[in-house]
């Protein structure tokens, strides 16, 4: 088996060995762009000594090209390559209409869009998550560009007066960054590029409430 090297726990781990060594398990042939693996023993360091040393992983051949693995590249086009649900666009007042001279009010949620693929044979997490925010409202007037979701009332945070009356339909484009995690792990990573989604509200009526007299039919 060559020889072993203590790691200073409970496990042993055989080295791969020298050349001229005698190797633990022998006789694998590679392809010309494939390099050679040693296997793999354990021994357990036990009350009365060393345990007997058993195999934990066969000699194996490893691609070359697989020393050049590059994780967040192929994350990025994972990434590229998602599907990302578009953000919904909620209105208020929510029937339908709104009046001018008044906030009508936007907003949508913030939840990233999270998708579990496999890379090189590796469980890899790829999340997209909303960066900014551009609404339309459908009036001729200048996007407004966001880095929140806005809110319901009264909190809300996007709002738009319409001048005068007609009809809109307010979109949103929704820009999204990427990220990345291996399966189980808490720390995301960022990954390079972009990705936009477009959606839009329903129909919108835009009234004007006008003043009107009416007789006092009491008297008063």
Known sequence: MCFLRDLGGTTAFAESCDEGHQL?????????????????FEQRR????????VL??????????????????AAARAFQE???????????????????????????????RTMSTSLFGIPIEIRAVPSNYSWDFGDGSAPLVTSDPGAPYPAHTVAHAYVKTGE?????????????????EPTWY??????????????????EARARLVEDLYGG
């Open 24 to 40: 633990a398990y022998a006789g694998i042939e590679c392809e010309d762009d494939e390099q050679a693996v040693g296997a793999l």
């Open 46 to 53: 036990e009350a009365n000594g060393w345990s007997d040393a």
């Open 56 to 73: 934990v992983e066969d000699e194996s051949c490893l691609a070359e090209r697989r020393q050049q693995v590059d994780i967040p590249a």
């Open 82 to 112: 998602m599907q990302i649900a578009p953000s919904e666009v909620n209105v208020q007042p929510p029937d339908g209409w709104t009046l001018v001279n008044i906030d009508t009010i936007a907003f949508t949620e913030s939840q990233p």
């Open 168 to 184: 809109a339909v307010i979109s949103l484009t929704t820009t999204w960054h990427g990220q990345f995690r291996l399966a189980g």
């Open 190 to 207: 960022d990954v390079a590029g972009e990705g936009t989604t477009v959606s839009s509200s329903g129909s919108l009526e835009i009234l």
